[in-house]
T-cell receptor, first 113, second 116 residues
C-alpha cells in the first residue's frame, strides 16, 4: 500500500470547517483513500473513503485531486467532539485476503471553543 | 445492533503471566483483525481471520502471541509469559468481506494491557 504524509497536528475553531490534508504521491490506480479517526480512549472509527471522485456523507467530505496524489478531508462545521487523531490510509480494496489497515502517525486535530 | 465488543477493557498482568483477550465481532462479519497500539502510535496489524481460518499472522511479534477464532465468530488473542514491552492497547476490528468492493473495518474499544 502507498505511503501517506499528514501534518502532525492542527487546530480548528469550533463551528468552522476543518480541512485535513494528506499526500499520497505514490498511489496506484487501484488504491482507495480511506479516512479513520480515533477519539481518545476509543477504537478507530471509519469516516469516509474514495477512489477518484469526491465523496460526501453525513460525517465529512473527501476531496481527491485529479492526479490522485493528494486529498483533503473536510469537516464542514467542527465541534469539540471532533477532537481526535485523523488517519489517512491508502489501500488496495479489495485485495487478497488480509485487507489490513496500515496506519501512519495521523493528524491530531484540536477543536477549540 | 451492537458493535464490536472487547473484554476486558483493562488488564493488569505481572510479567510472566499469561493473558487472554476476547473479541466479539459484529454478527455476520466474515473478517476479523487484531491490531496492537503502543502509546502515542497508530495501530499496527497483528493477525487476520476469514471465518475460522487464520490467513495472515505476519504481524504477531513473537511466538508468545497466539490468536484463534474456532467457530468463526468470537476470537481470543492470547499472550504467554507477558513482558513489559507487551503493554499496549489491543484492538479488534471486523468487516463484511465483499468480493469486488471496498470493505469497512469496524473497531472495538480495545483492551488496555499493562504489564508490571
Amino acid at each position: 500500500d502507498a505511503k501517506t504524509t499528514q501534518p502532525t497536528s492542527m487546530d480548528c475553531a469550533e463551528g468552522r470547517a476543518a480541512n485535513l490534508p494528506c499526500n499520497h504521491s505514490t498511489i496506484s490506480g487501484n488504491e482507495y483513500v480511506y479516512w479513520y479517526r480515533q477519539i481518545h480512549s476509543q477504537g478507530p472509527q471509519y469516516i469516509i473513503h474514495g477512489l477518484k471522485n469526491n465523496e460526501t456523507n453525513e460525517m465529512a467530505s473527501l476531496i481527491i485531486t485529479e492526479d490522485r496524489k493528494s486529498s483533503t478531508l473536510i469537516l464542514p462545521h467542527a465541534t469539540l467532539r471532533d477532537t481526535a487523531v485523523y488517519y489517512c490510509i491508502v489501500r488496495v480494496s479489495p485485495s487478497n485476503a488480509g485487507n489490513m489497515l496500515t496506519f501512519g502517525g495521523g493528524t491530531r486535530l484540536m477543536v477549540k471553543p | 445492533g451492537a458493535g464490536v465488543s472487547q473484554s476486558p477493557r483493562y488488564k493488569v498482568a505481572k510479567r510472566g503471566q499469561d493473558v487472554a483477550l476476547r473479541c466479539d465481532p459484529i454478527s455476520g462479519h466474515v473478517s476479523l483483525f487484531w491490531y496492537q497500539q503502543a502509546l502515542g502510535q497508530g495501530p499496527e496489524f497483528l493477525t487476520y481471520f476469514q471465518n475460522e481460518a487464520q490467513l495472515d499472522k505476519s504481524g504477531l511479534p513473537s511466538d508468545r502471541f497466539f490468536a484463534e477464532r474456532p467457530e468463526g465468530s468470537v476470537s481470543t488473542l492470547k499472550i504467554q509469559r507477558t513482558q513489559q514491552e507487551d503493554s499496549a492497547v489491543y484492538l479488534c476490528a471486523s468487516s463484511w468481506f465483499l468480493t469486488g468492493g471496498p470493505d469497512t473495518q469496524y473497531f472495538g474499544p480495545g483492551t488496555r494491557l499493562t504489564v508490571l
